[in-house]
């Protein structure tokens, strides 16, 4: 199993900034991910982060908001832009190989004022 | 329509009770599917993979129906550190597909 860590575990901010998370994972894997969870609700694909190239964005998440980069196997930050209120919530993110189980770090909890 | 759709629950059982989660998805041909555990505040961890032959791992037990499009998690003798929410999970493609999750909530 891959051991991933992210940075910051928790953080306040004020709206109209913006904040990159950092996800390190301990071995190299394929496939990286970055999920949002809003309080008492499940997980929701922002993107897929690739490395070398360009993030796979889902549907209501857009690049100039998430801007996320892969600069290689181990390592992915996604920054969330020009923050408002709405954006404060849970950002996990997870990796493994392709098809396989994913693992996840353990989370980034934001709080935009 | 959801991707992964599940019962919310919440299910409260007392402690050595057998229950069973559903979960549904649309996409008939997603290729892999996990159940993941969940407790509050804490990130989600790998429960067990459900192959189509239905597998165990002690009190857990997780089968796969494709022709129903449905996954079903059984815990047998619950203890109260089952109590979590459980997260059925659907690989497309290599996007995973999580649904909303069903709460168990355990009690002596």
């Known amino acids: 199993s891959a051991v991933i860590s992210q940075k910051p575990s928790r953080d306040i901010c004020q709206r109209g900034t913006s904040l990159t998370i950092q996800c390190q994972v301990d071995s190299q894997v394929t496939m990286m991910f970055w999920y949002r969870q809003q309080p008492g609700q499940s997980l929701t694909l922002i993107a897929t982060?690739?490395?070398?190239?360009?993030?796979?964005?889902e549907s209501g998440f857009v690049i100039d908001k998430f801007p996320i980069s892969r600069p290689n196997l181990t390592f992915s930050t996604l920054t969330v832009s020009n923050m408002s209120p709405e954006d404060s919530s849970i950002y996990l993110c997870s990796a493994g190989d392709r098809g396989e189980t994913q693992y996840f770090g353990p989370g980034t909890r934001l709080l935009v004022l | 329509r959801k991707e992964v759709e599940q019962d919310p629950g919440p299910f409260n059982v007392p402690e050595g009770a057998t229950v069973a989660f559903n979960c549904t998805y649309s996409n008939s041909a997603s290729q892999s599917f996990f159940w993941y555990r969940q407790d509050c505040r804490k990130e989600p961890k790998l429960l067990m993979s459900?192959?189509?032959s239905g597998n165990e791992d002690g009190r857990f037990t997780a089968q796969l129906n494709r022709a129903s499009q449905y996954i079903s998690l059984l815990i047998r003798d619950s203890k109260l550190s089952d109590s979590a929410t459980y997260l059925c999970?659907?690989?497309?493609?290599?996007?995973?597909?999580f649904g909303s999750g069903t709460k168990l909530n355990v009690k002596p």
């Open positions: 999970v659907v690989n497309d493609f290599n996007k995973f597909y």
């Open positions: 459900v192959y189509s």
């Open positions: 982060a690739n490395q070398g190239s360009e993030a796979t964005y």
